[in-house]
């Protein structure tokens, strides 16, 4: 059985930062890409990044370009997420999630199929 833990989450102020972590356990066939994503109060769960198993296919959304960086470590089947200058909108519960392809992109376009989820860890920004 697959099972995804996150870690990292907690309150912090505007302007500081968190890293996230996410461990994988158990087999899964084939190399796959992961994925964060976020669901803030009140609204629908969102992509927010993506890398690709070789870590050279890397997808953010626009409001955290610049500011998130995603990593992962293959030997350790762990993601991250390192969120600098955090603003109180990046304020949801995060989830870590195993993706069905291999690349973050097909056709050049970011359309994320998450067969496995973790169980989220919120993550609060106060202004």
């Known amino acids: 059985q697959v099972q995804l833990v996150e870690s990292g989450g907690g309150s912090v102020q505007a302007g500081g930062s968190l890293r996230l972590s996410c461990a994988v356990s158990g087999y899964i066939y084939g190399a796959y890409s992961m994925a964060w994503f976020r669901q803030p109060p009140g609204k629908e769960r969102e992509g927010v990044s993506c890398i690709s198993w070789s870590g050279r296919d890397i997808y953010y959304r626009d409001s955290v370009k610049g500011r998130f960086t995603i990593s992962r470590d293959n030997a350790k089947s762990t993601v991250y997420l390192e969120m600098n200058n955090l603003k109180p909108e990046d304020t949801a519960m995060y989830y870590c999630?195993?993706?069905?392809?291999?690349?973050?992109?097909?056709?050049?376009?970011?359309?994320?199929?998450?067969?496995?989820w973790g169980q989220g860890t919120q993550v609060t920004v106060s202004s």
């Open positions: 999630a195993v993706d069905r392809q291999q690349n973050c992109y097909a056709g050049g376009v970011y359309n994320p199929i998450p067969r496995h």
